[in-house]
């Protein structure tokens, strides 16, 4: 006679104390997941005539299980989907997919076969997932159990990793474990049988669509598992050998996952490796171009102190040799402060955050600082800052920077009677700042080479102007650092337009867009 189980005896705890029994196994819901379909493919192949009780997590690829259970409706001997209204109703894990038992189930109620039973709130079978089948040829139960404070398990199992495939994204690694058992051996089923019989006829369980009463319903298991023989001796192992099996799985499963991560870290450390050997590659380079545009003007003013203390020198020629060496003086402190502003960008970005700036307390006092260089050139040097732009994300010395960089070109290649203008205007999360000149003008095929370190293109009248040629490099750098951009359009003898695009501080956007709206 099949004993009683104590009336809060869970599925779980009868499967669990059942002897023979693995025991308790902790997995991740992706195992269980593939317990559950394996015994579901076992029992469709070999067409066993079972009863089979479902009690599955919410979720499309869960549900999709008990859908091919009730496709084969007609060639089992009953199907009871249990629901709770607990775990349905979210539980505080947020709302999760439609219960299959809320939208497929319900057509198939015309099949006697299938039954929908909801659980009350409070229930032994809350927080547990069952697969029970009953057959003469075949008997099992896989019971699992989750704490009550973990997330819902839909939740825990990504799309990916229910079927079967792991995503790179940590989050689907992280998975709620499971206290899982799984038991093959006919009596320790029997007595699961018997036990949800006696669950169904407590107070608060209903049948949901169906006009079979629950205590009906409940005899007819009973009778089932009374009449059904157990299985071979051979086979009451068969439920601890199972377990080591899946146990063994999860090792690997486990051991795998620590080998991907390995195998992803050190691809990380082999991509840094890269870009560390490729910083250091451009180090050096950059300090061998260094050197040799040190050496230059050193040569030059060395070859024209040689020339002065010649006895028989002229004053016209000591005059240009004079004035050689203050141009090769001026070009030499041009690049060792250039190279201390390429120093200077990287310090700034790791102590300084960016901060909200106006145009138009930077660009106007930048101008007027040029103004008597182009009056003694005679350049035309205009602007038009609109008072109601908003601020953008920069630092002010970068911004002062990228505004005298630019502008110093302008002046520099625009010829006596040219022009040079800085215009503003807003484009969507930017601020584009133009400069155009009417200076000598780039070439096309020399256009992508400018922002390169040390290069010069642009002479007047022939005559080299002694830049450093890293004023346009360093423009590029802070606007890399802020989240902008620059672009050039040039012909030759017309002139240049380097567009600046400056992104809008966020706060100063929002304020805008308030003002825009009220």
């Avoid at 089948?133 to 799309?159: D, G, Y």
């Avoid at 350049?379 to 630019?406: C, K, S």
């Avoid at 672009?487 to 030759?492: Q, Y």
């Amino acid at each position: 006679m099949t004993s009683i189980a104590a009336p809060e005896t869970t599925l779980y705890d009868l499967a669990s104390t059942a002897e023979p029994s693995p025991g308790a196994l902790q997995i991740n819901p992706a195992t269980f997941k593939s317990m559950v379909s394996s015994l579901f493919d076992l029992m469709i192949e070999q067409g066993v005539p079972a009863w089979v009780w479902i009690k599955l997590p919410r979720g499309d690829s869960w549900q999709s299980e008990i859908e091919r259970v009730v496709a084969q409706a007609d060639h089992l001997k009953g199907i009871s989907v249990f629901r709770s209204i607990a775990e349905d109703s979210g539980d505080a894990d947020g709302d999760g997919p439609p219960s299959f038992v809320n939208s497929v189930l319900p057509n198939q109620f015309q099949k006697s076969s299938v039954h929908s039973i909801q659980l009350p709130f409070e229930n032994p079978l809350k927080g547990e997932f069952l697969v029970l089948v009953w057959s003469e040829q075949m008997t099992a139960l896989l019971a699992a159990k989750r704490s009550r404070s973990s997330r819902s398990i839909s939740e825990a199992v990504t799309p990916t990793s229910e079927l079967g495939v792991h995503s790179a994204d940590e989050s689907s690694e992280r998975k709620t474990p499971l206290l899982a058992t799984c038991l093959l051996e006919a009596e320790a089923v029997k007595r699961a049988v018997f036990r949800m019989a006696e669950l169904v006829q407590q107070p608060n369980y209903e049948m949901l669509g169906d006009d079979v009463p629950l205590p009906e319903l409940a005899q007819e298991w009973q009778q089932a598992a009374a009449l059904t023989s157990s299985l071979t001796p051979a086979l009451e192992s068969a439920s601890v050998l199972l377990g080591k099996h899946i146990q063994r799985q999860e090792e690997l499963w486990q051991r795998s996952m620590t080998y991907r991560k390995q195998a992803e870290l050190v691809n990380v450390l082999q991509l840094q490796n890269e870009e560390l050997t490729s910083t250091v590659r451009s180090k050096d380079e950059f300090l061998s171009m260094v050197g040799q545009q040190l050496r230059t003007p050193l040569t030059n003013m060395k070859t024209a102190l040689t020339l002065l203390n010649s006895p028989n020198i002229k004053p016209p020629q000591r005059q240009r040799y004079m004035d050689l060496l203050t141009k090769e003086c001026d070009r030499q402190g041009s690049l060792i402060g250039s190279l201390l502003d390429l120093v200077s960008l990287d310090q700034m970005a790791e102590r300084k955050t960016l901060e909200p700036i106006k145009l138009v307390d930077v660009v106007p006092g930048v101008v007027s600082t040029y103004q008597p260089l182009s009056e003694e050139k005679g350049v035309r040097l205009a602007y038009t800052i609109p008072e109601g732009l908003p601020a953008v994300a920069n630092l002010t010395p970068w911004l002062r920077q990228i505004v005298v960089n630019l502008l110093h070109n302008g002046i520099k290649f625009t010829p006596r009677g040219g022009q040079v203008w800085v215009r503003a205007k807003q484009q969507g999360d930017y601020l584009q700042l133009e400069f155009k000149d009417t200076g000598v003008g780039i070439p096309v095929h020399e256009i992508p080479k400018i922002f390169d370190r040390f290069y010069r293109v642009r002479q007047v009248s022939g005559e080299d102007e002694g830049g450093a040629g890293l004023g346009l490099t360093i423009v590029q750098q802070l606007l890399l650092r802020c989240g902008g951009s620059i672009s050039v359009k040039s012909r030759p003898g017309e002139g240049s337009i380097f567009n600046v695009l400056l992104p809008v501080y966020k706060d100063s956007l929002d304020s805008a867009a308030d003002n825009m709206i009220s």
